[in-house]
């Protein structure tokens, strides 16, 4: 039941916010800070009642976790910007090969940073959890990003349903 209702909880959150903003004249702040912060909230309380963890550990992990989640937050945000404007290289008639390698090799470099970030967590977890604790940790990471897109899957279909319903027309994607 607790499951449900924290799943269903952030889908409500993902979905209200931008909701919210729908009925406003001027444009609304981007929720997206919040909303990364509420994410990192919810999976470091459900990793807590996974994990069992002790409040030693509670107090130890917390502030890595979240450290690292903002890190790479901020890195994906930057490695989407440069993907678009990769996406906006190779749409021109002639696409500039310089440019286009130059960007290739910035994805690379935040791909790799992002993959060093999950390492340093995992490495980090690794010394401060039980043997058990860290197999759970390894299920609970596939089973949350899981239900997260699931869940996410679902928020975007309602949204749209939303607008659609109200005869907004988003861009086409």
């Known amino acids: 039941m607790k499951k449900t209702s924290l799943v269903a909880l952030a889908a409500a959150l993902l979905v209200?916010?931008?909701?919210?903003?729908?009925?406003?004249?001027?444009?609304?702040?981007?929720?997206?800070p919040r909303t990364q912060e509420n994410l990192v909230t919810l999976k470091l309380l459900r990793l807590t009642q996974a994990l069992e963890l002790t409040?030693?550990?509670?107090?130890?992990?917390?502030?890595?976790?979240?450290?690292?989640?903002?890190?790479?937050?901020?890195?994906l945000k930057d490695l989407n910007i440069e993907m678009r404007g990769l996406r906006d290289l190779l749409g021109t008639e002639k696409p500039d090969e310089q440019k286009i390698l130059a960007s290739v090799d910035k994805v690379s470099a935040m791909r790799q940073t992002v993959r060093q970030k999950d390492e340093e967590?995992?490495?980090?977890?690794?010394?401060?959890?039980?043997?058990?604790?860290?197999?759970?940790y390894t299920?609970?990471?596939?089973?949350?990003?899981?239900?997260?897109?699931?869940?996410?899957?679902?928020?975007?279909?309602?949204r749209d349903q939303f607008m659609k319903k109200r005869g907004f027309r988003g861009p086409q994607r």
């Open 121 to 136: 967590l995992d490495q980090f977890l690794k010394k401060n959890l039980t043997v058990t604790q860290y197999a759970k």
């Open 16 to 32: 209200a916010i931008p909701l919210a903003a729908l009925g406003q004249e001027e444009p609304a702040p981007s929720p997206e």
């Open 139 to 158: 299920l609970f990471q596939v089973d949350f990003n899981r239900r997260l897109s699931e869940t996410l899957d679902r928020a975007r279909t309602y």
């Open 55 to 75: 409040e030693e550990q509670t107090a130890k992990i917390y502030p890595i976790v979240t450290r690292l989640e903002k890190e790479k937050h901020a890195i």
